[in-house]
């Protein structure tokens, strides 16, 4: 019994260290979208994969209770999103904002973000003088997919933006046009 359960943990171990190992080495971020923040170009080349629009939405800035926002690349795919975002908190105040909760709207589907799936620092609070950049990804809902080649614009609804002692909030809406 004492050699079954030292086999049997051990053998468990084993399975987990491989999964572990399997996930490091095919996962990582193979995805290359510019966030428009300094010195974060995009090095994917400029052909774009069959399926796949990727959209130059850097003009796209508002100014929310102080905090700079701007958009950088925009990737659409069949089953998700992806789109860069950089803030600057120009205030004197912290803010809190949190578009990696956020939505965007594609005719009429909505697609949530996924928290766990943003890569880089944006949102949460923001002290002043800060810059965040990062790469959002809203999915498709399940069993549905993104009509890439119809595809007009994307509608993007990032949260508000709210000071840290809450006297005022800023709703942060993009709507980027896709050609």
């Known amino acids: 019994m004492k050699k079954f359960f030292k086999f049997g943990c051990l053998g468990i171990i084993g399975i987990v260290v491989l999964f572990v190992v399997i996930a490091i080495a095919t996962g990582g971020n193979e995805e290359t979208v510019s966030t428009g923040g300094t010195g974060n170009k995009s090095t994917e080349s400029s052909k774009q994969e069959s399926g796949t629009k990727k959209v130059d939405a850097s003009e796209q800035t508002t100014d929310a209770v102080g905090l700079k926002i701007a958009l950088g690349e925009m990737k659409v795919t069949k089953d998700k999103i992806q789109v860069g975002i950089n803030v600057e908190n120009t205030s004197?105040?912290?803010?809190?904002?949190?578009?990696?909760?956020?939505?965007?709207?594609?005719?009429?589907?909505?697609?949530?973000?996924?928290?766990?799936?943003?890569?880089?620092?944006?949102?949460?609070?923001?002290?002043?003088?800060?810059?965040?950049?990062?790469?959002i990804e809203f999915l498709a809902p399940d069993g549905k997919s993104i009509d890439v080649e119809n595809i007009k614009e994307v509608k993007l609804l990032l949260g508000d933006v709210t000071p840290d002692d809450f006297s005022t909030s800023k709703a942060v809406e993009f709507t980027v046009p896709v050609k």
């Open 92 to 135: 004197s105040k912290t803010v809190s904002f949190y578009p990696d909760q956020g939505s965007a709207v594609v005719g009429d589907m909505q697609l949530d973000a996924n928290l766990f799936l943003t890569d880089g620092q944006i949102g949460g609070d923001v002290n002043a003088g800060v810059k965040q950049d990062g790469v």
